[in-house]
């Protein structure tokens, strides 16, 4: 078949010149910096169109599907933010009933918005020392199903930003009993299908839409996805419809290329690519185990934590057993090793690693971890126990809709408690929100919110960027029913 991303690297080298958009007309000479306009092109002859595709990129399309072994792939290059929208939006009618995991990314909440669904929550079990969520309760999924008969889909995060994987497998088979579909928004998982190291995908366990960023964990350039349809229990038109509604009308060709280079090398060389990467994964990971102060996590399945797999493609670092907390680790290896983390918590940070790491680079963050453990160990002070922020469940009075367009005003943290927030906060990576409009302000909320801003942590959606406070309803509003 014809490669998008080897066309595009033809036409570069053609005469032709182009009297349409964009604007930098294929001449480097008319941009400051060295960004390939040769291949940035618009929807012009030969190159098909991705809200209508029939041609070359329909074959692309195609190729992923069979890659990831899925009735249909489609391109999302708004990320998987716009794919999750699409997909909620198709599954749900509007003003409908979802039910969805309370750590989704904050994309589920805001098609909650658009949307203006009802929402119910399950709340993921939780690690009781690093804090660290564990799994979603198949359990818990039947009971709010049995209790919520009009629910009309449900969307779990599986893996999470920490690696964590529920059964995924079980609560497809609760969830179809109810004559519903299954959404996992596998944004962080795009890489499981290639190597027998990682988890089963939930393109194989049963999942009906199945959400990958490839440029999460895979060699594709950022903001590029693909939104699975595994089965027929979504819409494929409304799928269609809202994808159209949520991509730009004028999606990057080097984005839709970057996808199509990153599935034909999957094909051709993943088996390669990744026995090398879990090799030195492996390594890595079993050289950071033996460190004493900063450990290696690694979380293992169990009933009480509702974890059914691990991602070990993720390297958790724990600042428990140490004098530091999680961005003063993050702080150190960034400002003297030069190495950039992914995310810092609280208790620990995330390495996050792909195959499109060298081997230099897992040995470069085992010399400056097992050196801050070195230091750490010669440090002659009692270990002193950490306390940990334990997020309350927040009780949830209103639909985020109601909220968010409701009348409001602001108020110091301290005096909106028992006020019904309109806004988000959330810390960001991961983007899982610590409050949600419509749910009520708690004493250990406003306590949580002020040590992540001594801590040094950003906590960002509250339009007031200081943190000091925070918009509620106003009290003059008749609170709207759920």
């Known amino acids: ?26 001449n480097p000479l008319s941009v400051t910096g060295d960004f390939p ?35 249909e792939s489609f391109f999302s290059v708004n990320g998987s933010t716009g794919a999750i929208l699409a997909a909620v939006s198709a599954a749900v009618k509007r003003r409908g009933h979802i039910l969805i995991a309370r750590n989704c990314h904050k994309a589920v909440y805001h098609a909650a918005y658009l949307r203006e669904l009802k929402v119910s929550y399950i709340y993921p079990q939780e690690d009781g020392q690093v804090g660290i969520n564990g799994g979603i309760s198949p359990q818990n999924v039947e009971r709010c199903l049995q209790e919520n008969r009009d629910i009309e889909a449900v969307l779990i995060t599986s893996p999470t930003y920490d690696g964590i994987v ?4 079980k609560i497809a088979e609760i969830v179809h009993g109810y004559g519903i579909p299954l959404i996992v928004d596998e944004a962080h998982g795009a890489h499981f299908r290639f190597s027998e190291y990682f988890p089963v995908s939930a393109v194989d366990l049963g999942a009906d839409v199945v959400i990958h960023s490839v440029h999460k964990t895979l060699p594709s350039l950022t903001q590029t996805a ?3 349809r595994c089965t027929d229990r979504i819409d494929r038109n409304l799928l269609v419809r809202f994808l159209g509604i949520y991509q730009s009308s004028s999606p990057s060709y080097i984005l839709m290329g970057s996808i199509d280079a990153c599935m034909d090398t999957m094909q051709k060389r993943g088996g390669e690519m990744f026995r090398e990467y879990t090799e ?23 009933e009480e934590t509702k974890i059914y797999d691990f991602d070990r493609s993720k390297i958790l670092l724990s600042t428990v057993h140490s004098t530091m907390n999680g961005r003063e680790l993050n702080n150190l290896l960034r400002e003297e090793f030069h190495l950039e983390m992914e995310m810092e918590a609280e208790n620990y940070v995330l390495a996050l690693t792909s195959a499109g790491d060298r081997k230099e ?19 002659d ?7 940990r922020i334990k997020n309350p469940e927040l009780k949830s009075l209103m639909r985020i809709s109601h909220a968010m367009d409701a009348p409001s005003e602001r108020c110091t943290l301290e005096e909106s408690i028992g006020r019904i927030s309109v806004e988000f906060a959330y810390l960001y990576p991961p983007g899982i929100p610590l409050i949600v409009p419509g749910e009520q302000i708690t004493g250990l909320f406003v306590k949580n919110m002020r040590r992540y801003l001594e801590e040094g942590f950003e906590v960002q959606g509250l339009s007031d960027m200081s943190g000091t406070t925070v918009c509620v309803l106003a009290n003059d509003v008749t609170m709207a029913v759920r």
């Open 166 to 169: 529920s059964d995924v497998e």
């Open 381 to 387: 002070k009692e270990e002193v126990k950490k306390d």
């Open 37 to 71: 306009v040769e291949r940035d092109i618009t929807e012009i002859y030969g190159f098909d169109n991705l809200h209508h595709p029939e041609g070359i990129l329909k074959e692309a399309q195609e190729a992923a599907a069979r890659l990831y072994g899925v009735k």
């Open 226 to 228: 693909l939104l699975h």
């Open 1 to 26: 078949m014809e490669r998008l991303y080897k066309k595009l690297a033809e036409y570069a080298k053609t005469d032709y010149y182009p009297f349409h958009m964009p604007g930098h007309k294929r």
């Open 280 to 302: 030195n994964l492996e390594y890595a990971r079993k050289r950071l185990s033996a460190c004493s102060r900063i450990r290696l996590i690694s979380p293992q399945p169990g």
């Open 361 to 379: 680079g897992f040995l470069r963050l085992c010399e400056a971890v097992e050196e801050i453990d070195r230091r750490e160990s010669l440090i």
